[in-house]
């Protein structure tokens, strides 16, 4: 252990408003934490940023997953344990639920949370590609007031992200109009549990049989660990959309896949294996949809 547990101070807001207070008051001085599931490896560390702690975990405000007509509200603070066991994530957000069930073991599924995942911004982050896919958007809030944020805006660089220091994540908005769409999502690591992506995929597609084949009427592909941030493949979609699919757009998918990522070498992997990866798991979905 490399950080010292007297050199910390540790406040337990009981609202979300007074956590909004403290954060106005001094920003720069509080780290927020919520599960503590990256804070605490970064303590044990010695590389946390800042030395107040300011605890998330029992704020109600920000756990409730909400559920209105257009869309659902996921609070920050829903844990992965929630998201899985939610009937309405489950049903009609599978590559979340997927994800949520295939993020580090159980014990950091019940206290690992969504609003952590995306400021602890991790360009292999298992639920983020989901995000991205189901085009959600982000509530910030801070005594200042709300802001709607698309969360495909929200990553601007590694570990860059538009968020300012006195803001906190309200809440992950998913806009409930996937019901006809099929999806596809893999995470490719080491082994099965408790472990970090090489890669990892989440991908849309609206689709109809025609006299001419299977016709891509809509698709979004995400990926993860392949560039600083989760991305979007926003040129390899506009190959597919509204186009026949058969072997030849297959293959000229995979081509602009390889041209949109650029994945680094790493401890985890290397760059070839994952651009070759992330080219084999595109084909599988675009395969998968051929075959119905
Ligand atoms: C053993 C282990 C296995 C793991 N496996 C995976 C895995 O398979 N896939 C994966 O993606 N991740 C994995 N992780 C990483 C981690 O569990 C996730 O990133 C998790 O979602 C972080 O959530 P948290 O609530 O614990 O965040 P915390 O550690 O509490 O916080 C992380 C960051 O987010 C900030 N923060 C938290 N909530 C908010 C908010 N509402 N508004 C603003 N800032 C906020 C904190 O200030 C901090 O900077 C693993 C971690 C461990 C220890």
Redo the contacts with the bound molecule.
């Keep these: 252990m490399r950080s010292d547990p007297a050199e910390f101070g540790w406040l337990s807001p009981t609202s979300l408003a007074q956590a909004l207070e403290v954060l106005a008051e001094d920003s720069n001085q509080w780290?927020?934490?919520?599960?503590?599931?990256?804070?605490?490896?970064q303590y044990a560390a010695g590389t946390l940023p800042r030395r107040k702690l300011l605890n998330?975990w029992n704020l109600r405000e920000?756990r409730e997953i909400k559920v209105f007509s257009g869309e659902v509200e996921v609070g920050?603070?829903a844990t992965y344990t929630d998201l899985r066991s939610h009937p309405v994530i489950a049903g009609e957000f599978p590559l979340l639920a997927r994800a949520a069930s295939?993020?580090?073991?159980i014990a950091?599924q019940n206290?690992?949370?969504?609003?952590?995942?995306i400021?602890?911004a991790?360009p292999?982050?298992?639920?983020l590609p989901a995000l991205l896919a189901y085009e959600a958007e982000l509530i910030l809030v801070s005594r200042r007031g709300e802001r709607r944020f698309p969360y495909g805006d929200f990553h601007i660089g590694y570990k860059r992200m538009n968020?300012t220091a006195d803001e906190?994540?309200r809440a992950i908005c998913l806009p409930r109009r996937f019901s006809g769409y099929i999806s596809y999502s893999r995470k490719v690591g080491p082994r099965a549990a408790?472990?970090?992506?090489k890669v990892c995929i989440a991908a849309l597609a609206r689709v109809a049989r025609t006299d001419f084949g299977l016709m891509v009427q809509d698709v979004r592909i995400a990926l993860g660990s392949v560039a600083p941030v989760p991305m979007r493949l926003t040129a390899t979609e506009r190959l597919l959309k509204g186009k026949s699919l058969d072997r030849e757009q297959i293959t000229a998918a995979r081509r602009a896949l390889s041209s949109e990522i650029a994945p680094i070498s790493d401890l985890r992997s290397t760059a070839s294996y994952r651009t070759k990866v992330a080219g084999n798991l595109l084909e599988e979905f675009l395969q998968q949809l051929l075959k119905g």
């Design positions: 780290l927020p934490i919520a599960g503590g599931t990256d804070v605490m490896v998330l920000l920050a603070g295939w993020t580090g073991g950091n206290r690992g949370t969504l609003g952590g995942n400021v602890n991790s292999a982050a298992d639920s968020l906190l994540i408790q472990a970090i992506s």
